[in-house]
Protein backbone atom coordinates (compact mmCIF):
# COMPACT_ATOMS: atom_id res chain seq x y z
CA UNK A 1 0.00 0.00 0.00
CA UNK A 2 1.18 3.32 -0.67
CA UNK A 3 2.85 5.02 2.05
CA UNK A 4 3.58 1.81 4.08
CA UNK A 5 6.70 1.59 2.31
CA UNK A 6 9.71 2.15 4.64
CA UNK A 7 12.43 4.16 3.10
CA UNK A 8 16.27 4.25 4.35
CA UNK A 9 17.53 7.45 3.18
CA UNK A 10 21.49 8.04 3.26
CA UNK A 11 23.71 10.90 2.94
CA UNK A 12 26.75 9.84 0.66
CA UNK A 13 30.12 11.95 2.04
CA UNK A 14 31.44 10.86 5.14
CA UNK A 15 28.01 7.87 5.38
CA UNK A 16 28.95 5.77 2.80
CA UNK A 17 31.77 6.60 1.16
CA UNK A 18 34.82 8.27 2.29
CA UNK A 19 35.35 11.30 0.34
CA UNK A 20 37.58 14.08 2.68
CA UNK A 21 40.96 13.66 0.66
CA UNK A 22 39.74 14.85 -2.89
CA UNK A 23 37.12 17.07 -1.12
CA UNK A 24 39.73 18.79 1.04
CA UNK A 25 42.33 18.60 -1.65
CA UNK A 26 40.05 20.49 -4.28
CA UNK A 27 39.02 23.12 -1.99
CA UNK A 28 42.63 24.07 -0.86
CA UNK A 29 43.33 24.14 -5.03
CA UNK A 30 40.02 26.76 -5.32
CA UNK A 31 41.45 28.98 -3.02
CA UNK A 32 45.02 29.06 -4.23
CA UNK A 33 43.82 30.20 -7.68
CA UNK A 34 41.60 32.87 -6.37
CA UNK A 35 45.05 33.49 -4.14
CA UNK A 36 43.18 32.99 -0.76
CA UNK A 37 44.68 31.31 2.10
CA UNK A 38 43.65 27.62 1.95
CA UNK A 39 40.71 26.38 4.96
CA UNK A 40 42.40 23.77 7.28
CA UNK A 41 41.58 20.12 6.43
CA UNK A 42 39.38 20.31 9.84
CA UNK A 43 37.82 23.15 8.55
CA UNK A 44 36.63 21.62 5.47
CA UNK A 45 35.14 18.79 6.89
CA UNK A 46 33.04 20.94 8.74
CA UNK A 47 31.02 22.24 5.91
CA UNK A 48 30.58 18.89 4.17
CA UNK A 49 27.26 18.46 2.92
CA UNK A 50 26.15 22.32 2.51
CA UNK A 51 25.71 23.49 -0.99
CA UNK A 52 28.82 24.66 -2.51
CA UNK A 53 28.27 28.34 -2.67
CA UNK A 54 27.24 28.12 1.05
CA UNK A 55 30.41 26.05 2.36
CA UNK A 56 33.21 28.62 0.28
CA UNK A 57 30.88 31.45 2.12
CA UNK A 58 31.22 29.43 5.33
CA UNK A 59 34.70 28.95 5.03
CA UNK A 60 35.35 32.90 3.39
CA UNK A 61 32.68 35.42 4.40
CA UNK A 62 34.22 37.68 2.46
CA UNK A 63 34.31 35.99 -0.82
CA UNK A 64 31.25 36.93 -2.42
CA UNK A 65 29.52 37.64 -6.50
CA UNK A 66 31.58 36.80 -9.00
CA UNK A 67 34.62 35.70 -7.29
CA UNK A 68 32.35 33.22 -4.92
CA UNK A 69 31.19 31.77 -8.14
CA UNK A 70 35.05 31.15 -9.85
CA UNK A 71 36.27 29.38 -6.63
CA UNK A 72 32.79 26.85 -7.12
CA UNK A 73 33.73 26.65 -10.42
CA UNK A 74 37.81 26.23 -9.89
CA UNK A 75 36.37 23.05 -6.84
CA UNK A 76 34.50 21.68 -9.32
CA UNK A 77 37.58 21.49 -11.82
CA UNK A 78 39.65 20.50 -9.12
CA UNK A 79 37.97 18.00 -7.56
CA UNK A 80 37.07 16.05 -11.04
CA UNK A 81 40.57 16.31 -12.50
CA UNK A 82 41.87 14.76 -8.88
CA UNK A 83 39.55 11.97 -9.53
CA UNK A 84 40.19 11.48 -13.28
CA UNK A 85 43.78 11.45 -12.19
CA UNK A 86 43.31 9.15 -9.65
CA UNK A 87 42.00 5.89 -10.94
CA UNK A 88 40.43 4.58 -7.46
CA UNK A 89 37.04 5.18 -6.57
CA UNK A 90 36.45 7.06 -3.13
CA UNK A 91 36.60 4.18 -0.63
CA UNK A 92 33.39 3.00 0.67
CA UNK A 93 32.77 3.40 4.36
CA UNK A 94 33.68 -0.04 6.67
CA UNK A 95 30.62 -2.16 6.68
CA UNK A 96 28.32 -0.09 3.98
CA UNK A 97 27.66 -2.91 1.62
CA UNK A 98 26.72 -5.65 4.33
CA UNK A 99 24.67 -2.62 5.69
CA UNK A 100 22.71 -1.88 2.22
CA UNK A 101 22.39 -5.60 2.18
CA UNK A 102 20.65 -5.92 5.24
CA UNK A 103 18.18 -3.68 5.09
CA UNK A 104 16.87 -4.84 1.78
CA UNK A 105 16.59 -7.94 3.30
CA UNK A 106 14.71 -6.21 6.01
CA UNK A 107 12.51 -4.86 3.35
CA UNK A 108 13.65 -1.31 3.19
CA UNK A 109 13.74 0.98 0.09
CA UNK A 110 16.86 2.94 -0.61
CA UNK A 111 17.47 6.30 -1.14
CA UNK A 112 20.95 8.94 -1.71
CA UNK A 113 20.13 12.26 0.00
CA UNK A 114 23.39 14.19 -0.55
CA UNK A 115 24.51 17.57 -1.31
CA UNK A 116 27.07 16.37 -3.44
CA UNK A 117 26.15 17.83 -7.72
CA UNK A 118 24.68 15.06 -9.28
CA UNK A 119 27.88 13.95 -11.68
CA UNK A 120 30.05 13.28 -8.45
CA UNK A 121 27.21 11.21 -7.08
CA UNK A 122 26.23 8.80 -10.19
CA UNK A 123 29.66 8.39 -10.77
CA UNK A 124 30.64 7.44 -7.60
CA UNK A 125 27.91 4.99 -6.86
CA UNK A 126 28.30 3.29 -10.48
CA UNK A 127 32.61 2.74 -9.63
CA UNK A 128 31.12 1.06 -6.61
CA UNK A 129 28.62 -0.79 -8.64
CA UNK A 130 25.65 0.77 -6.33
CA UNK A 131 23.66 2.60 -8.53
CA UNK A 132 20.69 0.10 -9.26
CA UNK A 133 20.43 -0.27 -5.28
CA UNK A 134 18.27 3.24 -5.02
CA UNK A 135 14.87 3.72 -5.89
CA UNK A 136 15.55 7.73 -5.55
CA UNK A 137 18.91 9.45 -6.05
CA UNK A 138 18.52 13.16 -4.99
CA UNK A 139 21.72 15.44 -4.76
CA UNK A 140 22.27 19.15 -5.11
CA UNK A 141 21.41 19.59 -8.64
CA UNK A 142 17.47 18.77 -7.23
CA UNK A 143 16.71 21.43 -4.91
CA UNK A 144 17.46 23.41 -1.79
CA UNK A 145 20.43 22.47 0.08
CA UNK A 146 20.69 20.68 3.75
CA UNK A 147 19.16 21.56 6.20
CA UNK A 148 16.43 22.77 3.98
CA UNK A 149 14.02 19.50 4.03
CA UNK A 150 12.72 19.89 0.13
CA UNK A 151 15.11 16.94 -1.30
CA UNK A 152 14.83 14.66 1.76
CA UNK A 153 10.55 15.27 1.26
CA UNK A 154 11.09 14.19 -2.48
CA UNK A 155 13.05 11.16 -1.93
CA UNK A 156 10.33 10.32 0.55
CA UNK A 157 7.34 10.98 -1.93
CA UNK A 158 8.99 9.59 -5.11
CA UNK A 159 9.67 6.37 -3.19
CA UNK A 160 6.47 6.05 -2.57
CA UNK A 161 7.08 6.17 1.13
CA UNK A 162 5.80 8.64 4.06
CA UNK A 163 7.73 10.49 6.72
CA UNK A 164 6.64 8.31 9.47
CA UNK A 165 8.07 5.36 7.56
CA UNK A 166 11.40 6.83 6.85
CA UNK A 167 14.90 7.39 8.50
CA UNK A 168 17.55 9.49 7.43
CA UNK A 169 21.13 8.31 8.03
CA UNK A 170 23.96 10.73 8.04
CA UNK A 171 27.43 12.05 9.60
CA UNK A 172 26.17 15.67 9.55
CA UNK A 173 24.28 18.54 11.52
CA UNK A 174 22.85 19.26 8.08
CA UNK A 175 21.72 15.67 7.66
CA UNK A 176 20.31 15.65 11.13
CA UNK A 177 19.15 19.64 11.09
CA UNK A 178 16.43 17.96 7.52
CA UNK A 179 15.56 15.29 9.15
CA UNK A 180 14.57 16.97 11.99
CA UNK A 181 12.75 19.87 9.41
CA UNK A 182 11.15 16.79 7.46
CA UNK A 183 9.75 14.94 10.54
CA UNK A 184 11.51 12.15 9.82
CA UNK A 185 13.57 10.39 12.21
CA UNK A 186 17.57 11.25 11.96
CA UNK A 187 19.88 8.23 12.63
CA UNK A 188 23.32 9.86 13.45
CA UNK A 189 26.57 7.76 12.09
CA UNK A 190 30.01 8.74 14.14
CA UNK A 191 32.25 7.36 11.53
CA UNK A 192 31.98 10.76 9.35
CA UNK A 193 33.00 14.15 9.68
CA UNK A 194 30.88 15.74 12.58
CA UNK A 195 31.49 14.63 16.16
CA UNK A 196 29.24 13.63 18.59
CA UNK A 197 28.86 16.19 20.52
CA UNK A 198 27.75 18.50 17.41
CA UNK A 199 25.55 15.87 16.30
CA UNK A 200 23.70 15.42 19.61
CA UNK A 201 22.69 19.79 19.51
CA UNK A 202 20.20 18.38 16.19
CA UNK A 203 18.80 15.81 18.62
CA UNK A 204 19.27 12.45 16.37
CA UNK A 205 16.18 9.90 17.05
CA UNK A 206 19.38 7.59 17.21
CA UNK A 207 22.97 7.45 17.44
CA UNK A 208 25.14 4.34 16.32
CA UNK A 209 29.19 3.96 15.63
CA UNK A 210 29.27 1.13 13.20
CA UNK A 211 27.21 -0.05 9.66
CA UNK A 212 27.10 -3.23 11.49
CA UNK A 213 24.10 -1.58 13.68
CA UNK A 214 22.19 0.22 11.12
CA UNK A 215 19.42 -1.74 10.22
CA UNK A 216 18.77 -2.72 14.14
CA UNK A 217 18.30 0.94 14.53
CA UNK A 218 16.74 1.51 11.70
CA UNK A 219 13.59 -1.21 12.98
CA UNK A 220 13.51 -0.14 15.66
CA UNK A 221 12.30 3.64 14.42
CA UNK A 222 10.08 2.17 11.99
CA UNK A 223 9.02 -1.55 12.64
CA UNK A 224 8.27 -3.66 9.78
Given at each position: MAGDLRLCALDLDGTLIDSQHHIVAAMAAAFRAEGLPPPSPAMVREIVGLPLDHAIHRLAPQVRGLQLERVGQAYRDA??????????????????????????????????????????????????????????????DDGPGKPDP???????????????????????VFDMGMAR?????????????HDLALLETERPAAVIGRFEELAEAAGRLVPA
Open positions: YFDAKDADSAAEPLMPGARAALDALEADGWLLAVVTGKGRRGLHEVLEAHGLIERFVVLKSATLLLDAVREAGSSTARAVMVGDTRARVPGIAVTWGY
